[in-house]
C-alpha cells in the first residue's frame, strides 16, 4: 500500500519553508508511549462528518408487555457510528464497557474498509490500532464518572493494546486479569503452548470491583470474648525459617503453660519481645530501639491484649519428649507435632532448636490471631478479586494459611465451551470464536451494580447480553445492556446479517426460553443507523429519528414505532412536566399542545419560538427548543481527523 493520496496532495501543497519546518518538527517531537503509522495507512472508511439517526427495526424488536420504550439496545452497523450516536445520547452514563474485539491474528479475523486485514500486510498493526484508537476514544466519553472498560485481547497483542489503551486512558490502568483459554495448545514450532488471554482493565476515579462479602457466619465466640464475634486469622507468613530467622521461635500459651512450635515453612508474622532481647543478648537499649522500629504489635503484646487465640486441646493429646532420642525417635516415625490440617512436621531433624523442646508441653493445634466483626467497617473486609481466572474444575488453595483463600476468584470454562453454549442456543456453530457465558458473567458480576447500564461494541454473537439477562435473573437487578454489531457483510455474502440473525436472534431465544429452558425474560429494541450529511440534517432526518434521539437522550432508551405521534410525540415525563416533539407546527398542534394535560411542558420543533409565542398568547409559558439543536447536539463536536 502506498501513501494516501490526501496525503501527498497535503505535501504538494506546502513551500520550502513549510516542508523544512515540518520535516524539523518531525524529527524533533519525541513521544514516551505507542507509535502507529495513523499518517501513512488508508482512512477508516467509516470515519465520518456526517451525522448518525438511530432508526427503530419493529420486527427485530422484542418488546415487553404495555412497555412504552425500552433501555436493551442492539445497535446494527459500524461500531464508530454507534458510538457517534451513543455520545450524543448517553455520554458518561456507562458504568461499564466490556469488548472483545478483533484480535489481529492475521488470520482473517478483522476487516478494515471491507478488505480482510491478511498477516503480510505491512500496515497490519497500524491500521489495527487506529481502528480501535478512534473507536477507544469515543467509548471513553460514554464512561459514568465511576465507569470501568474491560477488553479481552490475546497474548501477541497484549503489549501493543495495552500501550494505546494508556494513550486513550492515562492513568487509569488498573491491571489485568488472566483466563486460561484451552488445556492443550497447538505450537509446535517452538514447542510452547499457548493456552491464555488477557482482560485489560481500565476505570475512572471511583471505580471498585465488588469483590467478595465477608461472610459474618465465619465470626463466632467459642471463648465468650466480651468485644464480640472473632474469626481467626493466620498468624504466619509465607517466609521459611532460614528466610526470617527472627520470626521463627516458640509460642507459649501463659494460660495452660504448653508450647507451639513454629512452622520451619511458614514463620510467625509477629516478631518476639523474647526473641528481641536473646538477639540482643540481654542489651535494653539496644532491644528497646528495635522495638521501637517495629510496626506492629509484638506477639507478647497480642497476647496480652487477649487477641490470641489458643485452641482448648485434651491434656492427654500434649505430647512431651523427656530426651533428644525421644524426640528424634517421634520425628523419624512420623508421629512429631504436626500441621493439624496439611500434616507436614513441625519439627524436624535440620532444625537448630530441637534441644529447647525436650521436656516441654507440646499442644497439638494451632493458634491464631483473633480478627473482631467491630475492629473494622464492612467496607474493609470485603475479599478483592483475584485477577486469576480459574478453570471450571480447577483446584483452588482451601488452607486457612493461604493468602490465595482470601480472594474473591472467578472462574470460567475453555473457550471451546463457548461455541457449544451458541450452538446450543442457535442450533448450528453460527459463530466463531464466541467468549463462554461464565467468563463474562462472571466479570460482570464483578463489575456492575444491580442497576448499571453495560455496553459492548463488539458484541458479536451477544455474550455480553446474555450475560446481563442471566445476572438479572440470579440476583433481580435492573442492569440494562447496549450491544453493537456489525452485519459482516462483503460483497462475497452481501445478505448476511450477523447481528441480526445472531446477536439478536440469540437473545430473543434467551429471552423467550429454548431447548427447554424458561426464558428469562425482556425486552430489546433493535436500531439501524442512517447517515445524514450536515447539511441536510433539517431537511432528510425524520420526524421518527428525532423521535428515537431524543427518546434514547431523555430515557436512555428507545420508543414503540406505534408510540410515534406525527402531530405530537410524547417523548418523556408524566403529568408535572411533558418532553414532547412537534414535527410539524399548525392550528390543529398548538391546540393540542394547549390543552396537553401536564403542569409544565417542555417542546422540540422546527420553529420553537412561533411556538412559544402562540401558547403565549394562550396565557401558557412552555420551554420552546429548537429540535434542529437538539438533533445536532452531542454530535457535531465530533473530529474525524
Ligand atoms: C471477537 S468477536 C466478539 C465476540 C463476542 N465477544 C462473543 O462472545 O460473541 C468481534 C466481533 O466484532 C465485530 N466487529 C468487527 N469490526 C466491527 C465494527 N467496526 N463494528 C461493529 N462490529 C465489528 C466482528 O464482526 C465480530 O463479530
Redesign the pocket.
Known amino acids: 500500500m502506498s501513501l494516501p493520496t490526501s496525503l501527498l496532495t497535503q505535501l504538494e501543497g506546502l513551500d520550502a519553508q513549510q516542508l523544512r519546518r515540518l520535516l524539523v518538527e518531525h524529527l524533533t517531537r519525541q513521544k514516551l508511549g505507542l507509535y502507529w503509522e495513523a499518517n501513512a495507512i488508508e482512512r477508516d472508511a467509516?470515519l465520518n462528518a456526517n451525522l448518525v439517526f438511530p432508526r427503530l427495526v419493529p420486527e427485530w424488536s422484542r418488546w415487553a408487555d404495555g412497555a412504552a420504550s425500552c433501555s436493551n439496545l442492539i445497535i446494527e452497523g459500524?461500531?464508530?457510528d454507534a458510538l457517534r450516536l451513543l455520545l450524543a445520547t448517553h455520554r458518561g452514563r456507562i458504568r461499564v464497557i466490556y469488548i472483545?474485539?478483533?484480535y489481529n491474528t492475521g488470520n482473517k479475523d478483522?476487516?478494515y474498509n471491507d478488505r480482510y486485514v491478511g498477516a503480510n500486510d505491512r500496515w497490519r498493526h497500524s491500521q489495527w490500532l487506529e481502528f480501535l484508537y478512534r473507536r477507544l476514544t469515543l467509548a471513553r466519553d460514554l464512561l459514568a464518572p465511576d465507569g470501568v472498560i474491560m477488553v479481552s485481547i490475546n497474548d501477541e497483542n497484549r503489549a501493543r493494546l495495552e500501550l494505546l489503551m494508556d494513550e486513550v486512558l492515562p492513568g487509569r490502568r488498573l491491571g489485568s486479569l488472566v483466563w486460561r483459554t484451552k488445556d492443550t495448545g497447538n505450537d509446535l514450532s517452538y514447542r510452547f503452548s499457548h493456552v491464555h488471554e488477557h482482560v485489560l482493565v481500565y476505570a475512572n476515579p471511583g471505580f471498585k470491583f465488588n469483590g467478595r462479602q465477608t461472610d459474618r457466619g465465619k465470626f463466632r465466640n467459642p471463648d465468650q470474648d466480651p468485644r464480640g464475634e472473632w474469626s481467626p486469622q493466620p498468624l504466619t507468613k509465607a517466609h521459611t525459617f532460614i528466610e526470617r530467622e527472627n520470626t521463627y521461635y516458640p509460642i507459649r500459651d501463659p494460660g495452660t503453660g504448653y508450647w507451639y512450635p513454629c512452622d520451619p515453612n511458614r514463620v510467625w508474622a509477629y516478631a518476639s519481645e523474647t526473641e528481641i532481647m536473646q538477639r540482643f543478648n540481654g542489651d535494653e537499649d539496644a532491644s528497646a530501639a528495635a522495638r521501637r522500629s517495629l510496626r506492629s504489635d509484638t506477639i507478647e503484646q497480642l497476647i496480652a491484649k487477649s487477641l490470641i487465640y489458643f485452641p482448648p486441646c485434651r491434656p492427654e493429646d500434649v505430647m512431651c519428649y523427656a530426651s533428644r532420642e525421644a524426640l528424634l525417635d517421634a520425628i523419624r516415625a512420623g508421629q512429631g507435632p504436626m500441621l493439624p490440617k496439611k500434616k507436614t512436621p513441625l519439627l524436624r531433624e535440620d532444625l537448630p532448636d530441637l534441644d529447647f523442646w525436650i521436656g516441654k508441653p507440646i499442644a497439638p493445634g494451632r493458634p491464631s490471631r483473633k480478627e473482631h466483626w467491630r475492629a473494622r467497617p464492612q467496607e474493609d473486609r470485603l475479599a478483592p478479586l483475584c485477577s486469576w481466572i480459574a478453570g471450571m474444575n480447577e483446584t483452588l488453595p482451601t488452607s486457612d494459611e493461604d493468602d490465595a483463600a482470601q480472594l474473591e476468584m472467578l472462574r470460567s470454562t475453555r473457550g471451546g465451551v463457548?461455541t457449544e453454549e451458541v450452538k446450543a442456543i442457535l442450533g448450528s456453530k453460527a459463530?466463531s470464536?464466541?467468549?463462554p457465558l461464565s467468563l463474562?458473567k462472571g466479570l460482570l458480576q464483578q463489575a456492575t451494580r444491580p442497576g448499571d447500564l453495560v455496553l459492548d461494541?463488539?458484541?458479536?454473537?451477544?455474550?455480553?447480553g446474555h450475560a446481563v439477562l442471566e445476572l438479572n435473573a440470579d440476583d433481580g437487578g435492573d442492569r440494562r445492556f447496549i450491544l453493537?454489531?456489525?452485519t459482516?457483510a462483503t460483497a462475497k455474502e452481501p445478505a448476511k446479517n450477523?447481528c441480526r440473525d445472531v446477536c439478536a436472534e440469540r437473545l430473543r431465544r434467551v429471552l423467550q426460553g429454548y431447548g427447554g429452558k424458561a426464558g428469562l425474560g425482556g425486552a430489546f429494541a433493535y436500531l439501524q443507523l442512517d447517515r445524514i450529511e450536515l447539511a441536510d440534517v433539517a431537511g432528510d432526518a425524520t420526524a421518527a429519528h428525532a423521535a428515537q434521539l431524543l427518546a434514547l437522550r431523555e430515557l436512555g432508551g428507545a420508543i414503540r414505532a406505534d408510540a410515534i405521534d406525527p402531530q405530537v410525540c410524547q417523548i418523556a415525563g408524566d403529568a408535572r412536566l411533558a418532553v414532547l416533539l412537534c414535527a410539524t407546527v399548525d392550528d390543529a398542534v398548538i391546540a393540542r399542545l394547549a390543552a396537553w394535560p401536564a403542569e409544565r411542558l417542555a417542546i422540540y420543533s422546527a420553529r420553537p419560538d412561533t411556538v412559544r409565542q402562540l401558547l403565549e398568547e394562550r396565557g401558557i409559558q412552555v420551554n420552546s427548543y429548537s429540535l434542529l439543536d437538539a438533533l445536532l447536539r452531542g454530535q457535531t463536536t465530533l473530529r474525524t481527523q
Open positions: 467509516a459500524d461500531n464508530f472483545d474485539p478483533p478483522w476487516v463457548a459463530f470464536y464466541p467468549k463474562v461494541f463488539f458484541a458479536g454473537s451477544g455474550t455480553t453493537c454489531s456489525s459482516e450477523l
